[in-house]
C-alpha cells in the first residue's frame, strides 16, 4: 500500500468519522432533549460528552495532518484556493465546535444536578441547549461544504 493510498484513506475515515459523529450527537442530543425528562439528558449527555471526546477530537486532529501530507504529495499548492477556503471552514467549524463541547459538558452537569434533585432541567439548561443548536448549524453546514470542496476542487 502507497503513503498516499493511506493516507488517504486515513483523511476518508476519519472525516466520516467527524461528520458521523457530529450527526449522531446532535440526533441523541436532540432525542434526549425532546423527552424533556433530566435523567435522559444527564444519561446521553454523558456517553455524547465521551464520543465527542474519543471520536471527535481524534478525528479534528487527524484530518489536518493527514489533508497537508495528501496535499504535500500531489504536489498542490498550500495557497490553492479551494485549500484556502477548506482551510477557513475547518477553522471556522472549529470556532463552533469547541464552545458546543462546553456547552454539552455544561448541559450534561445541569440535567445530572436537577436529576439528582428530582427537579426539572433549569433555564440554564435551556438557555444553552438553544446555544448549542444555534452553533450546531453553521457547523454542520460547513463541514458539507469541506466536502464538497475536497471531491470538486474548484477554480475560483
Given at each position: 500500500m502507497s503513503l498516499y493510498f493511506a493516507l488517504k484513506i486515513i483523511h476518508i475515515l476519519s472525516g466520516a468519522v467527524l461528520f458521523g459523529t457530529g450527526a449522531g450527537i446532535a440526533f441523541f442530543m436532540l432525542r434526549a432533549h425532546a423527552t424533556r425528562d433530566a435523567r435522559t439528558v444527564a444519561e446521553v449527555g454523558r456517553i455524547v460528552v465521551l464520543a465527542d471526546f474519543v471520536f471527535t477530537t481524534t478525528a479534528v486532529v487527524i484530518q489536518?495532518?493527514?489533508?497537508?501530507?495528501?496535499?504535500?504529495?500531489?504536489?498542490?499548492s498550500l495557497t490553492s484556493p479551494w485549500?484556502?477556503?477548506?482551510?477557513?471552514?475547518?477553522?471556522?467549524?472549529?470556532?463552533?465546535?469547541?464552545?458546543?463541547?462546553w456547552i454539552q459538558y455544561r448541559m450534561m452537569k445541569l440535567a445530572e444536578q436537577a436529576a439528582g434533585q428530582g427537579a426539572a432541567l433549569p433555564t440554564a439548561y435551556h438557555r444553552l441547549f438553544r446555544w448549542w443548536f444555534a452553533l450546531g448549524w453553521p457547523a454542520f453546514a460547513g463541514v458539507l461544504v469541506i466536502y464538497w470542496l475536497m471531491v470538486a476542487k474548484p477554480t475560483f
Amino acid at each position: 500500500m502507497s503513503l498516499y493510498f493511506a493516507l488517504k484513506i486515513i483523511h476518508i475515515l476519519s472525516g466520516a468519522v467527524l461528520f458521523g459523529t457530529g450527526a449522531g450527537i446532535a440526533f441523541f442530543m436532540l432525542r434526549a432533549h425532546a423527552t424533556r425528562d433530566a435523567r435522559t439528558v444527564a444519561e446521553v449527555g454523558r456517553i455524547v460528552v465521551l464520543a465527542d471526546f474519543v471520536f471527535t477530537t481524534t478525528a479534528v486532529v487527524i484530518q489536518p495532518i493527514s489533508g497537508l501530507g495528501l496535499i504535500h504529495l500531489q504536489g498542490w499548492s498550500l495557497t490553492s484556493p479551494w485549500l484556502l477556503a477548506a482551510y477557513g471552514l475547518y477553522v471556522f467549524v472549529g470556532v463552533c465546535w469547541l464552545p458546543v463541547v462546553w456547552i454539552q459538558y455544561r448541559m450534561m452537569k445541569l440535567a445530572e444536578q436537577a436529576a439528582g434533585q428530582g427537579a426539572a432541567l433549569p433555564t440554564a439548561y435551556h438557555r444553552l441547549f438553544r446555544w448549542w443548536f444555534a452553533l450546531g448549524w453553521p457547523a454542520f453546514a460547513g463541514v458539507l461544504v469541506i466536502y464538497w470542496l475536497m471531491v470538486a476542487k474548484p477554480t475560483f
